[in-house]
Every structure is written in C-alpha cells, then in structure tokens.
C-alpha cells in the first residue's frame, strides 16, 4: 500500500491524526507541519525524547532578551515561581488543543516586555491579538496574581519596595522561559516540544488539579 500523503513510498506506520498508515519519511518531515500530531503519538514521543536527549550548543545570539542573562542562583530561588508559571502554560494548552509552542512563546514574550517596562517605572501593556495568545497571556497573568497573593500571605510583604522586587522577578522568570522556549522549540508551525519539555516537571493528569495542589513527578 502506497503512502496516502507521498503516493509513492510504502506505507509502514499508522498515523492517529491521518487515521491512517503512512510512509515512514512523511512520517518525519511532516511532523507537526502539515500533520498534527496528537501528544500520545508513539513516533512523536520517541522524537520528542529523542530532542531532549540530544546534545546541541545553544545558541544565546537568536533568543529574546539575549542582553539579560539569568544566572542558575536566581533558578533556583525562585523555582516555585518558575513552576507556578509552567502550570498555567500546560494547564491552559490542556485545555486548548489548538496551542503550540509559538503561542507560548508569543504570549511569554509580550508579558515579559510588559514587566520590563514595569520594573522600570513605566507601565505599557501590549497584549497579543491572536485568541489563544491572548487566553495564555491572561492564564499567566492569574497565575501571577495567584503567586503574589500567595507569597505575601507567607512573608507579610506589602511595602512597595517590597513589590517592586517582586516585579522584577516576575520579569526575570519570565524572560528565561521565553529564552528556554526559544531553544527547545522545533521550530515546526504545529510544533510543541517546549510544551512537552514543560509537561515533563508535572505528573499525568496532573493539569485536572488546582494550581494550588501541584504535584511534581519524583
């Protein structure tokens, strides 16, 4: 039987999104480009796997922000801002199956633009047009509400000074996951390999939980 995308080589591999066997060849080029992939395609897990795994050098002159370096410290002080924000990204494309990573990216870049312009005084917020950018942007958003409120319920911080800082690392997290998605990205149009990456922190079904009852996989 002949490939139903390439009419010419044989066909090897059942396809869930084509509901169908196709060729393994189409199978690789068209992978989250004209095929779109459902996240528990075994062909597309092993090549999402495959990508994490696989050494590569980073290439920091191609990402947003490239003039702001995030040093591992700040990681790992912050991790459960860092985690707050990776769950309303997951969450909110769990329920959006429409989203790919350039959404994320959209979304993360604009609102870490906006907490620039904030840290330094000025306030100037340019939200993305686009639906499901603008649901995500939103999602995080809340969840930076969310953590605020939470943080100085447990620390009594309510000073201004106080909330400046706390901007600033909201700023700062926000730039690095925009950075990191930049560099984990595939780079296909229907592409979420950044979401996968993101996904790997949570355990399955965890997206069904309050925020608030985020379990980490061990």
């Known amino acids: 039987m002949a490939c139903p995308i390439c ?6 591999r ?23 992939c459902p996240p528990d395609c075994p062909y597309l897990v092993a090549s999402r796997e495959y990508e994490l795994k696989r050494e590569h050098e980073e290439d920091w002159s191609r990402v947003p922000f490239a003039e702001t370096k995030i040093s591992p410290a700040f990681i790992e002080a912050h991790e459960k801002l860092f985690l707050r924000l990776s769950y ?35 306030y100037y ?5 686009y639906t499901l950018q603008r649901g995500l942007y939103e999602a995080l958003k809340s969840a930076i509400e969310d953590y605020k409120k939470t943080e100085t319920r447990k620390t009594g911080l309510v000073s201004v000074g106080d909330a ?4 600033g690392d909201i700023r700062d997290a926000l730039i690095f996951l925009a950075q990191i998605g930049t560099l984990r ?12 990456f993101l996904g790997t922190q949570f355990r399955p079904g ?8 985020i379990v980490l996989l061990p």
């Open 185 to 196: 990205t595939n780079g296909r149009p229907k592409g979420r390999a950044y979401l996968y």
């Open 88 to 122: 309303a990204l997951c969450a909110y494309a769990h329920n959006n199956r429409l989203v790919v990573d350039a959404d994320v990216l959209a979304a993360l870049g604009s609102l870490a633009e906006a907490y620039r312009t904030l840290a330094s005084g000025i």
């Open 164 to 167: 400046d800082i706390r901007d």
């Open 14 to 36: 059942f396809c869930p999104a084509k509901a169908a066997t196709i060729c393994s060849v189409c199978c690789g080029t068209e992978r989250e480009g004209t095929i779109d």
């Open 206 to 213: 965890e997206f069904a939980r309050p925020a608030s009852n």
């Open 125 to 129: 917020e340019r939200p993305p047009d």
């Open 7 to 12: 009419e010419k080589r044989k066909a090897k």
